[in-house]
């Protein structure tokens, strides 16, 4: 009986071990894959156009939706925001609420998730399918470095992408929040312009912003590269790659958000 | 999609998110209000600061001419002093007085400045002598309260005593 129990329980702890120095190995090895990309990158940068591309499929095919979620999150804030301060006598405040949510939080974190299910995704699959495809090791027979060749490129892509994707989320949200506050519900142009000009600093709050935006471009570019790279050679294993592209990014998102938001915003205060 | 296009594509998309970035940095933050430009520092003592915190905005008659640059409390006399940083453009009288404001009910904390009428200007590091501090409110209400109190306790006594004559009576 006693024996039983103790192999059950040595049954579960093997496997509890085995899940922790599988999770450990992985993250070693996206460790190192991340220190191969950066060793590679001045080649991404040497031939340009291959970054340029990347630009032009993670940030400019990104556009349209990044622009409209962050109009409509912009409008959506005002509406709500105006209906709580109305309360306490100060819409005039509204100005300072849209900016701050949108340029402390919610422009890096919602346009990061965007980035991540659209752009990081999309890396994801074509990486796993050239690797499915055997186009990474014909590659690599020509002697040309796929990680330089491929990953980089996509790699900085992302990275470039990313804060000018946030900022825009931000600016077009700053705009919608305009729209509705101003246009639709009548509030005076100048205390809105105004409050937000008194109540938002560049320093630490639009920075802050652009900082937590470089990061989720790093975080999502990494694990987008590294998910298609580390992907099984199957029809599955791209799709099963692509999801965790996405949900790996999305929870990293929300995590490292909550993290830094705890660094940069403990109370400015005396 | 040839090279020429996606480039200008490229272009574009890089030029609008700088443009982003630049209309976040002047138009929603104050990039180039106040911040940055180099002024003159003055001191204030206060006996209570309040609720003032750091940055925060100092008036002279509503408009903005300074910040609040630091807080410290002096070892010595217990007295917050509090380091403003005020816009070179403006000079303010020896006499000038400091207080503390509150902006509505909820609103934020500021350091109003009056001006006097004395011929001499205060310059950097000089130190405002009339300083007036911070309304606490909690403090107000306790007061308040403790005077209804001792108001209630005198009457009740009062009471008690009419009662003893009573009774001996």
Do not use: C
């Not at chain 1, 024996?3 to 085995?18: D, F, I, K, N, T």
């Not at chain 1, 074509?126 to 330089?148: N, R, S």
């Not at chain 2, 600061?49 to 903005?64: F, S």
């Amino acid at each position: 009986m006693s024996v039983e129990v103790a192999q059950g329980l040595a049954y579960w702890l093997r496997r509890l071990g085995s899940a922790v120095t599988g999770g450990l190995a992985k993250l070693g090895y996206a460790a190192r894959f991340l220190v191969a990309v950066l060793w590679h990158s001045p080649q991404a940068f040497r031939r340009i156009h291959l970054t340029l591309r990347e630009v032009y499929f993670a940030g400019v095919l990104s556009l349209v939706i990044i622009l409209m979620s962050g109009m409509f999150v912009g409008m959506v804030l005002s509406l709500q925001g105006y209906e709580t301060l109305k309360r306490y006598g100060s819409d005039e405040q509204l100005g300072i609420l849209v900016a701050l949510a949108l340029v402390r939080e919610l422009g890096p974190v919602i346009a990061g998730l965007l980035f991540a299910s659209r752009a990081g995704s999309a890396i994801t699959a074509e990486i796993g399918l050239m690797k499915t495809t055997e186009q990474l090791a014909a590659m690599e027979m020509m002697a040309v470095d796929p990680l330089a060749r491929v990953i980089a490129p996509r790699f900085w892509g992302g990275i470039i992408s990313m804060p000018l994707l946030a900022a825009l989320f931000s600016a077009f949200g700053v705009f919608g929040g305009y729209l509705v506050g101003v246009r639709l519900i009548g509030i005076d142009e100048g205390a809105f312009w105004g409050q937000m000009k008194a109540g938002v600093d560049v320093w630490p709050d639009v920075t802050n912003g652009i900082i937590k935006s470089v990061v989720f471009g790093i975080a999502v570019s990494l694990i987008a590269v590294f998910e298609g790279y580390d992907s099984k050679p199957t029809a599955e294993g791209v799709s099963t790659a692509t999801t965790r592209t996405v949900v790996i990014s999305s929870l990293t998102i929300l995590a490292l958000d909550f993290v830094m938001t705890a660094f940069m915003f403990r109370g400015g205060g005396v | 999609m040839n090279r020429s296009a996606m480039d200008l594509w490229v272009g574009v998309f890089v030029a609008m998110g700088i443009a982003a970035m630049l209309f976040l940095a002047l138009k929603v933050g104050n990039l180039l209000t106040l911040d940055g430009t180099p002024g003159y520092q003055l001191e204030a003592r206060f006996d209570n600061i309040g609720g003032l915190k750091l940055r925060a905005p100092v008036k002279a008659a509503g408009v903005v001419v300074g910040r609040v640059e630091s807080v410290r409390l002096d070892p010595k006399t217990y007295e917050a002093v509090a380091t403003l940083r005020i816009d070179r453009m403006y000079e303010f009288t020896r006499d000038t007085i400091a207080s503390i404001n509150t902006s509505g009910v909820l609103g934020e904390v500021y350091v109003g400045l009056d001006a006097g009428g004395d011929p001499v200007m205060l310059k950097n590091g000089d130190r405002i002598m009339k300083t007036q501090s911070a309304v606490v409110l909690e403090k107000l209400i306790g007061q308040f309260l403790f005077d209804k109190a001792a108001e209630g306790g005198k009457a009740g006594q009062g009471e008690k005593a009419k009662e003893a004559e009573g009774t001996k009576k």
